[in-house]
């Protein structure tokens, strides 16, 4: 199988494409690619493109386009909205786990229990390439700075939004609504879950309380339930 590179500025129209040096000694050096050899491009918006090795160069390795798809987008459009852990080894796990599973936009909150209370983004976008590289996905998500819970809840679409939180109260499985909407929005919320003020809030908007089962999930383990529970859902309603 033909190794996979993240061009992000390759379009149909380009007929040839140079690696960036980094990338031109991985695949000379590392991965040993010669004159002739088949790669793969992919730009994160949809564009897969056949190359193969036109110039061998450890500082320069120059591809040429042979043939290309674009990949339409999923009919549906999985947003996550979740607020950082403390650790950022377990964001950098969802972040990989999600993209390869499939997720459009990541958006990290910042609310009142939360623990990390800034974010850089730049290892998390690397994190994100790599796994849009290894399975095999089209669309890179978009990873949105961090943002406080009160800033965001106004931007969100309440008939598409569902908030996952631990207080009492009735709560819908999320596989239930999921596979019923174009796209829904899922809110995750710190280690601390979200404070009743938060959960008023979201109310208040029209935003849907969901349950992702019966135990107690860490973060991170519960927003990635979530946007694999939106997958299996819609595959199975055959969406």
Not at 96 to 119: H, M, N, P, Q, Y
Not at 141 to 149: C, K, Q
Not at 222 to 232: E, P
Request: with cysteine; proline share 7%; hydrophobic share 40%.
């Amino acid at each position: 199988m033909p190794h996979t590179f993240f061009a992000p500025d390759l379009t149909p129209a380009t007929p040839t494409y140079t690696l960036p040096e980094d990338e031109s000694k991985h695949a000379v050096r590392v991965l040993r690619l010669q004159e002739g050899d088949a790669v793969t491009l992919v730009n994160g918006q949809g564009g897969v493109f056949g190359a193969e090795v036109s110039d061998a160069s450890p500082k320069r390795c120059q591809l040429r386009v042979v043939s290309e798809e674009q990949v339409p987008p999923r009919s549906f459009q999985v947003h996550l909205a979740v607020a950082p852990t403390k650790n950022l080894d377990r964001m950098e796990w969802l972040v990989e786990k999600a993209t390869e599973i499939g997720v459009d936009t990541l958006t990290f909150l910042r609310c009142a229990r939360s623990e990390r209370r800034d974010l850089k983004l730049e290892r998390l976008e690397k994190i994100a390439v790599s796994a849009l590289k290894q399975s095999g996905q089209a669309w890179l998500p978009r990873l949105t700075e961090l943002t406080d819970y009160a800033r965001f809840l106004p931007t969100t679409a309440p008939a598409t939004t569902f908030i996952a939180h631990l207080e009492d109260g009735e709560r819908t499985p999320l596989s239930r609504v999921a596979a019923a909407e174009a796209g829904c929005c899922i809110l995750i919320g710190p280690e601390g879950d979200f404070t009743p003020q938060e959960i008023e809030a979201a109310f208040a908007r029209g935003i849907r309380p969901v349950t992702l089962g019966s135990s107690r999930l860490r973060t991170e383990t519960a927003a990635l339930a979530a946007v694999h529970t939106v997958h299996v859902a819609r595959e199975l309603a055959g969406l």
